[in-house]
C-alpha cells in the first residue's frame, strides 16, 4: 500500500565473459554493460531502443517456466531489447503498453522456440534447489553474472538434452540449509560481482490460485460491521463451536470484513478449549502457532509487538483444531481487533498453500546484474543481514522490489532502509522493464492551473495514492486513468517521477493524455519512497536534489509524502521542512494518511495538508461530511482526501463531488495549495 528509493557512480574492468571485476569501492560498475546506460546523473539505467520484439504469452506456462524464459528475456535484452513477455492477465489488457510503444512485433505461438533462437546467447543454466525456494533468488543474481537462465531440476534435464545441449553451469540442489543460509553464502561469494548501484528484493515465489473451493459450507460466526483500524474493538471474544463438532476437526477462518481496504483482523492470541480442558493455546508467529496453521494464505505474522497475524484484503488464514472423540462443547477465545470476519466449518477445505516461481522483475535484475534477495526485517537473523548489505552500498542506492510481511513489513522495511540513506522503488510486480526502460521520451509538462478566487467556502481535493509503485503505474493506474469519467472532476493523480528513468513512454502518455483536471504530482516521497526522519540528515541533501532533479525533469511542482517512525505516521521536523524548501520547493505537500485533514504552513512557506484516507464512496462522504460539521461559513476550509487507488475510482469521486452541496468547491492540487497560503496571507510566488 505504500513505498520508496536511488542512485551513484562508476569505473571498472571487464574479464572476456562479460563479468564485472570491483575494486574495493561497492559503488564501481562495469565499463560496458550491453548497451544499458547508467550515467552517474541518472538514477536508474537507460536500455537500448528496442526495433523489434518477439513476443511470447506465458499466461499458461507453468512458474519454472516463467521464470526460464524471464531470465532469458533479461540476458537477450541486456544488449538490445528483443524480447516481450506476458505473464498474467493485466489490470489494464495484455496488449495496452505494448501496442502504445509503437514497435513492430511478432507472436512467437512457442515460446521454447525462442529458446532455440537465442540460444546462442546463453552460456549455460543455474538449476535451483526445490527443497530451498530463496535459491530461486540465488539462481537469479548468479544468471546475471554467467549469462545463464534459471531452471528446475525437470527443464533442467530437457534444456541439457537435445536439440538445447546446454551445459549446467551451478547446480544448487543440497547447497543450503534455510534462506537465510542461501543469502549469506550469496552476499560472501557474489556480492562482489554484481552491480552496487542497485538492490532488488524480490519473493522467490507467489501464490498461486486454486480450483473453486468448498468455502460455501462456512458459517459467518462473528463478524465487525464498522470499518476499524485503530484497535479500538480489542477485546478477547469468546465463540462456542461446538455446533461444528462430529467430524475429525474443525476449521475456522479469519478474513477481512470490508475487503476493499487493506485492513483485516489481527490475532493476538488464541485458545481452544475441548470440555473445558485446553487443547490448543498460541501466540501467532510463534513454533506453537504451527501445528494448528492449517493454511496461512497471503496472511503476515509479526513478533516484534508480541505476535499477531493478520490478513488484509482477500486474503485469509484458517486453522485446524482436532479435538478429542466424544467432546461435546468446544470453546475458542480470540484476542482480536480491526475489521475481523470469522467462519467455522468442520468440511476440510482445499488449501491454498501452493506456490511457484514468477518472472517478471527478474528480466530487469539479470540485464543489470544486480543481486536478488528476500529478507524480512522483523526476524533478527535476516534483519542483520539485510542491514550488512545496505550499509556496503552508497547513499542514495535504489532498492527495487518490495517486502515480505505486507503493511507492517512495508512500514518497518522502509524505515530500515531510509535510516541507511537506501530508497525504495516498489516494482515486484512490474514486467518488462528492460523494454519499457528503452522507450523514448516524448513530454508533455503540465500547466498551472489558475485558482478561482479564493471565498468562504469549502475547498476540497481529491488524491488517488500508491504513485511511487512502478507496478501500479504500469497496471491499476493505466486502468483507473482509461475511466470514462476522468476528467469531469479535479484529481490529484500521484506518479514516480522515476518513470523518466524506468518507463518513459508511460510517463508520456499520462502526460499526452491528461485532462485540464488531471495533475500528475510525485508519490511518496519524492524521487523514491522513503521516510524522512529516519533518513539521515547528512544524506537527505542527495536525495533532495535527486527529487527536484526528476521532478522538474517530469513536470511535477507537489510531493505526497509519508513520514513514519516506529510505524507511526510522524510530523516533519523544522529541519526536514526546511530541507524540502531548500533543495527542492514544491508548490505544497500532501502529508500522511490519517483519520483527519487539516492545512499547515511548514516554516512560514510550504503548504502541507494532511490526507484523510478513504476507500469507498461511502466512507469518503462520511469524512468530508464530518470535517465540515463544525464550518462556520466565515472563512475558507480546506479538506484534502486521499482515495485508496485500488477501491476507488474516478467514477466514484465523480459520484462524490456530485453530492457535494454549493458550499463546497473542488479544486486540483496546485489551485488548493495556491488558496491555502493565499488564506493564510503568503504570496502565491
Known sequence: MFRKLLLLGLTMVLVLTCTAVYAKKPNLEPEKNGKIQWPDSQALPTFAKAKHLDVI????????????????????????????????????????????????????????????????????????????????NVATTMAGIENAVVASPELAE?????????????????????????????????????????????????????????????????????????????????????????????????????????????????????????????????????????????????????????????????????????????????????????????????????????GYLRD??????????????????????????????????????????????????????????????????????TVFSGTKRNLKKQKPLPAPELTNKIYVTFTLGEGDNLQYNQHKLRQLWDDEARGSVPINWSASPLLYDAAPSMLSHYQHTATENDLLIAGPSGAGYIYPTPWPDDTFEKYAKQTNKYMKRTGMDIIYALNRVDEQNVPLSESEAQDYIDYINPKGIFLSWE???????????????????????????????????????????????GMLSWSVTPSDIEEIANSLGTEYEVVRGDQYFELVKEANGLSSN
Request: charged share 25%; aromatic share 12%; proline share 5%.
Open 364 to 433: 530487469y535484475a539479470v540485464a543489470n546484474r544486480a543481486m536478488v534477495f528476500w529478507l524480512e526485517t522483523n526476524v533478527p537473523e535476516e534483519k542483520e543481514l539485510f542491514e550488512r548489505i545496505l550499509s556496503d552500498v552508497e547513499p542514495n542506492t535504489p532498492y527495487l522490489g518490495w517486502f515480505g510481511n505486507d503493511v507492517a513489513g512495508e512500514f518497518s522495511s522502509t524505515e530500515l532502509t531510509s535510516k541507511h540513506s537506501v530508497y525504495v522503488v516498489p516494482a515486484d510486480w512490474f514486467n518488462n522493464m
Open 57 to 136: 504469452d506465458l499466461r499458461a506456462n507453468s512458474g519454472d517456466e516463467k521464470l526460464l524464459f524471464t531470465t532469458l528475456q533479461g540476458n537477450v535484452n541486456r544488449e538490445i531489447p528483443r524480447i516481450y513477455s506476458i505473464e498474467v492477465d493485466y489490470e489494464e489488457g495484455n496488449y495496452t503498453w505494448l501496442n502504445d510503444l509503437d514497435v513492430p512485433y511478432t507472436m512467437i505461438e512457442e515460446p521454447w522456440n525462442l529458446l532455440m533462437k537465442y540460444k546462442k546467447e546463453i552460456a549455460g543454466i543455474i538449476i535451483y534447489d526445490p527443497e530451498v525456494e530463496d535459491s530461486i
Open 595 to 641: 483519520n483527519t485533514s487539516g492545512t499547515s504552513i511548514l516554516n512560514g512557506k510550504l503548504p502541507q495538508s494532511i490526507l484523510r484516507g478513504a476507500s469507498s464512496v461511502g466512507e469518503a462522504k462520511e469524512a468530508i461530511a464530518e470535517l465540515s460539521a463544525e464550518w462556520d461559513g466565515k472563512s475558507p476550509l480546506f479538506i484534502s482526501m
Open 158 to 358: 530437457k534444456l541439457t538434452n537435445a536439440p538445447y545441449n546446454l551445459k549446467v553451469i551451478e547446480d544448487l540442489r543440497g547447497q543450503f540449509k534455510d534462506g537465510l543460509d542461501a543469502y549469506k553464502w550469496q552476499f560472501e561469494n557474489l556480492w562482489s560481482k554484481t552491480t552496487h548501484r542497485m538492490l532488488v528484493g524480490l519473493n522467490p515465489s507467489r501464490g498461486v490460485a486454486l480450483p473453486e473451493d468448498n468455502w460455501d459450507d462456512f458459517q459467518t460466526i462473528i463478524q465487525e460491521e464498522e470499518q476499524i483500524r485503530d484497535s479500538e474493538n480489542r477485546d478477547v471474544y469468546d465463540l462456542d463451536l461446538s455446533n461444528f463438532l462430529g467430524k475429525e476437526a474443525v476449521y475456522l477462518r479469519f478474513q477481512d470484513a470490508f475487503s476493499n481496504d487493506g485492513w483485516g483482523p489481527a490475532v493476538h492470541e488464541v485458545t481452544v478449549k475441548a470440555d473445558g480442558k485446553i487443547i490448543a493455546q498460541f501466540i501467532p508467529g510463534s513454533s506453537e502457532e504451527e501445528p494448528f496453521l492449517y493454511d496461512r494464505n497471503q496472511s503476515n505474522s509479526d513478533e516484534r509487538f508480541d505476535g499477531h497475524r493478520w490478513a488484509d484484503a482477500g486474503n485469509y488464514f484458517v486453522y485446524k483444531f482436532t479435538p478429542p472423540a466424544g467432546t461435546q462443547d468446544l470453546d475458542v477465545s480470540v484476542d482480536m481487533w480491526n475489521q475481523f470476519k470469522l467462519s467455522a466449518s468442520n468440511v476440510q477445505p482445499q488449501s491454498s498453500e501452493k506456490t511457484e516461481p514468477y
